[in-house]
């Protein structure tokens, strides 16, 4: 026993990780402390919830539960208790884990999380909460479409190539019953494994025992985590999607499928950072400065569902969108052949050398702990220096291909079409309303 | 010739390292670990330095205080542009990049923004590239034709966002300027000339106050120093800025209520801005607490207005301008929702706020403190709310002066704020509708 207390302690003071002895059974606790502001953030992670587990009949569950549980909190009073302390709730639902989390001044903590500990344990929903939590929501899937609707069309042309459910829908929304929301949220609460992610001012021994109230009642039973998803080998392109709109530019996006979210992810990740991890990838150097023909472009490795690709996203003014698209299409295709792709990835592996201590931050180190935890994917010995050139040559070579590429596209219709009859006569284009994407 | 003689030998004998031209001028607890130094290097240049060896990097902003609204009507835009011309000048991209480091850059309607984030030891280069951005920005025909297309792409997104538009037509009713655009009409953008910019940048731009902001892994004498020799060449102040206690630039407009009209909308949109006071006033940390109050989960303005389904975004925010600020309540309202049914809803909550419990005013001031000292884990954020208080009211330490003046708001405070000035008369209202076939 002497000899747990000392590693524990050692551990704690050393890398400012909650000591084992601190952990409960099915409970992980991830812990920076950051003596840099008097604040608290605590992030309850259901692992296994989340949208994952909503048939296609139900989707929109694990989101509506979510604002069901900040609805609910606000007409039962809780959230009025935890406002008079300054301490806020958020709920947020991702593919394979469902968060809870308050953040507020850590003086008021431990009077925060038991208000908390009642809530999550005593909330109790009703038609009428449910029924305003589908108005809210239906508000917010049309603010999405017109504030940004370019996520909502990745999945939609995902889910129409690969075959997996779409991320948002009227038609299951309006179908949810109070039935389905009580069984997803006994679910959740009885989730196998809960991580806790926290970053306090506070020591991790006062943290623990603020902790204790959440983690002793509760029974397991319920989601369980799991990174399957069914098999999604669907030949994806080229293929094109065209969404009208009336803008004065086109905004471009292209998908290229490559492996599923249980994958190891090192050379995806590395060739996103070569063309655009940031102002000076080969995408804005050669796009934006050299041919001018964009602003903002973006590059980033994307998932849905189970399905992992890697988006370049474009925004062409009207008059330049033709050269734009036949351009950035080539680009793409020819990428294994391009010298200045190979240039820009060993310029690219030396500056990673260099500026890899902006990752060092509490808060970016803890996410990535979190995020290994919950993806627990292979990881790749020795990272990006382990990737030789001819790794990067074969995926370029297997996904960096016309056959598997996705083009969406949003602006006037008819310049879209035009454009893609002229270049691509044999692509598959599928022309959608945008209202389609929440149908 | 005895009093040169005597002079002569004074001035052999004074050792040179003690004659420094920076002088401290300011400091502020932050937390129990961050504290703000504020110095002034030369007559038109002040720094702040916050030392946070958290991560082994550090941030560095320099805020030139002329943004957008100090630009004469018809003629906005040379800013903007020098704001690119300057962040790229000598190729900077490149070498940020290879010494593992990031950029950015900005114009706002009151300073014009250049960030740079670099491992630690890399600070002599910060200067480096900052004073040659002062100093020797390249101004010629080819570098503004490459980035006259660049601005063009640019200034096309924004003109295809709504929000944009609409904020801006608000903007140039505040600042009396028709067409008020920061980045500047199609036409300004093309005609601009490399005499025409150079003569801004070296007679308006570089002559005005700066501020560079440090925030990060540093050692602060060794930034003075360099500060010093670098910047110690006096720069005769140019068109003298307002400030701090600049009147209201637009008082026809105070009371009015302004209607204009699109052919096709999705949503109606709404704001209503008062005139409030700046930073440096007693009265500002009351303010912030009432927006706060104001934009809650429960019970507030904002939730009412959503939830009842009135608006499909609403917020209260408060935004600095030069010498004052706006607190504004801003709406995007389905077609069906009458603007005076909004502004009556927004009186009678005011008017419920007067008899404001203790209990939810302290709830607001705690979660008013969480979300400024939330900012102490993000040195960029922090940085930018010195350069805004120096930009905003002339004194960077304004804003941890702050959170003294916060704890010490009472409920009488919020009654006396209403009445002063969130009126109607200190008030421009604009709506923005749907053109009906008779207009």
Redesign the interface.
Known sequence: MFLKVMISFVLCYVVGVLPAVAEISNHHIFYRQ??????TNIEIVFLGAGSKQEQPSQTGLAVAVSKLI?EA??KQGY??KL???????NTSVRTLYHTISI???SE?CAESIAIFRDLIYDLEFSESDLG?VK??MI?DY??YL??DPNPLMRNFAVAKTKGIKKLKSLKTLQDLSLKDIRQYYDQLLKTDVVFFKI?S?RDSTEVAKWLRPITEEREIGGFVHSLKFPTTDYSVGPSAFVFNA????VLCQWLIPCGDISEESTISTLISDVLLD???GLIH?YF??EL?????PSCKVRWSEGVRYLYIYA???LH?SEELIVKMSDFIRELSDNPRFWESLK?RR??F??????N????RSLDREVSRAIYNRPTRKGGYDSVTDEDVRSFLEKFFISQNMIMVFAGPKDHITGILNTHWPEIEVHEQSTQSLIE | MKTYAIISFLVCILPTGTCTGYQLIGTEKL????VAQHYTISSNLDAVIVV?R????FEYQTFYCAGSADEVEGQQGRLHFLEHLMS?TGGH??I?????????ASTSDIFTRFTL?F??DKFDLAVEIDSKRFYNTVINEEVIK?EK??I???R??G??NL?RRFGSFFIGLVYKKRNYTGIGTEDFIQQLEPDDLKNYYENFLRRQKRLIVIVGDVDVDHVLTKLDKTYNEQIPRGLSIELPTSPFPNPEALGKKFRITSK?L??SKFRKGWYTPNLGHRDYAGLLVLTTILN????SLR?GI??S?LA??FGVELSHHKGFSLMSCVA?LPHDTSFDAVQAIIRVELEKLRSISD??L?????????DM??K??DRSSLAYSFGRAFAHANDPLLHPKLFQNIKSIHKEDISRIIDLYLTDDNSITVYLTLKKTNE
């Open positions: 950051d003596k840099r502001a008097p604040v900040q909190a606000k959230m009025d406002e008079a302390l300054g301490t806020r709730l953040y507020g001044l008021n305003q108005k809210l508000t049309q603010n017109r504030r970053i001012n009336n803008i004065k530019s940031d102002a000076r150097r934006r400065q001018g023909l964009v602003y903002g925004d062409p003014k330049n310029e030396k500056i050398k260099v500026s890899y201590v902006h060092q931050t509490p808060r | 937390s129990e670990e961050l946070d958290t991560t082994p990097t790229g991209d490149q940020v990049l290879a010494n593992g480091g990031q950029k950015n984030r491992p630690k490459k297309k660049i063009l792409t640019e096309s997104r003109q295809a929000t096709s999705n949503v809650q989960n429960a019970n939730s959503v939830d389904g499909r975004i995007d209990y939810k302290n709830g607001a001031r705690n979660e008013l403190l969480y000292y939330s102490f884990y």
